[in-house]
């Protein structure tokens, strides 16, 4: 295993969309390390889904929504295809950070942390706890809520809202 200290993380998601709960762990990532990438998933969700934004939304709406946010401008935004072991491989990140929910998120990521390091040995998974004010935000709820044509800018960084009033306006 490589004892050098880990410099570039990854927050790795589907992000359909980016919430301000996404955005507390982006922050939080980037106050740990001084390199963050935030990594796209391109494919379904954890359900087998398809997602409700396209990759070009979803990564749009990351970018503008770091800026909005405050957020500093060395944070990437990057679409990643396949394994994500690969893709933290490639652009050379030593760690993967998610944030941590109720127990329920607990049991998926520790699959998904065990499966990473057996595929990527060396690669550290690290979690945040979530904050208390964002612990019940997920973007099926911000999906669910936002689908009735109802404002979830309590949920989501402004630029998120509009997108979603336009999104289920049209739908
Ligand atoms: O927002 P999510 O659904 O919690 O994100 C899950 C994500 C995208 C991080 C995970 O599904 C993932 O890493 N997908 C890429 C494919 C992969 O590497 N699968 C093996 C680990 S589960």
Do not use: W
């Not at 329920?104 to 065990?114: K, M, N």
Request: hydrophobic share 40%; aromatic share 6%.
């Amino acid at each position: 295993m490589s004892e050098s200290t880990i410099t570039h993380v990854v927050v790795p998601g589907t992000f359909d969309p980016v919430t301000l709960g996404h955005i507390d762990v982006i922050r939080r990532a980037r106050r740990l390390f001084p390199k963050v990438t935030v990594a796209v998933a391109a494919s379904a969700n954890k359900h087998g889904r398809g997602t409700a934004f396209t990759l070009e939304e979803r990564v749009e709406m990351i970018r503008d929504a770091l800026a909005g946010e405050g957020l500093p401008p060395d944070i990437e935004v990057a679409p990643f295809t396949g394994l994500l072991v690969s893709f933290c491989a490639e652009i050379g990140a030593g760690g993967v950070v998610k944030g941590l929910r109720a127990m329920t998120d607990f049991e998926y990521e520790l699959q998904q942390a065990d499966l990473n390091s057996h595929l990527s040995p060396g690669l550290e998974s690290v979690f945040v706890m979530s904050s208390p004010e964002f612990g019940y935000v997920s973007s099926s709820i911000v999906r669910e809520i936002a689908s009735t044509g109802s404002d979830v800018s309590i949920l989501v960084p402004s630029n998120v809202n509009e997108r979603l009033l336009t999104h289920y306006r049209r739908a």
